[in-house]
Nanobody, 122 residues
Framework: QVQLVESGGGLVQAGGSLRLSCAAS????????MGWFRQPPGEERDFVAV????????YYADSVKGRFTISRDDAKNTVYLQMNSLKPEDTARYFC???????????????WGQGTEVTVSS
């Protein structure tokens, strides 16, 4: 089992920044990639970004490319999502998840955190 705990969400004005953290514990060696997803109120959960533990390879959704940066700290088993130039449409509950492969598809992610709320005011 892998446990994931997100933190760092909050309320921010448009144009502002937030950094989300996802601390992983348990059998983290069974995971290959860590992803961030988000779910706006009343909508489906969408892919945001993914990073691999071994190579640090990253991939982003077009909607956040150039504004968000995913990174990892191997020593802390923690993945971060730096979010800059935030827009009201970025308002959502953000989840981190762990997968055995590098993928944007949520169905491949086996472990999920509880999420952290991000609200961007206009």
């Amino acid at each position: 089992q892998v446990q994931l705990v997100e933190s760092g969400g909050g309320l921010v004005q448009a144009g502002g920044s937030l950094r989300l953290s996802c601390a992983a514990s348990g059998r983290t060696s069974s995971t290959y990639a860590m992803g961030w997803f988000r779910q706006p109120p009343g909508e489906e959960r969408d892919f945001v970004a993914v990073i691999t533990w071994s190579t640090g390879n990253t991939y982003y959704a077009d909607s956040v490319k150039g504004r968000f940066t995913i990174s990892r700290d191997d020593a802390k088993n923690t993945v971060y999502l730096q979010m800059n130039s935030l827009k009201p449409e970025d308002t959502a509950r953000y989840f981190c998840a762990a997968a055995p492969v590098e993928t944007t598809r949520s169905t491949y992610y086996r472990y999920w955190g509880q999420g952290t709320e991000v609200t961007v005011s206009s």
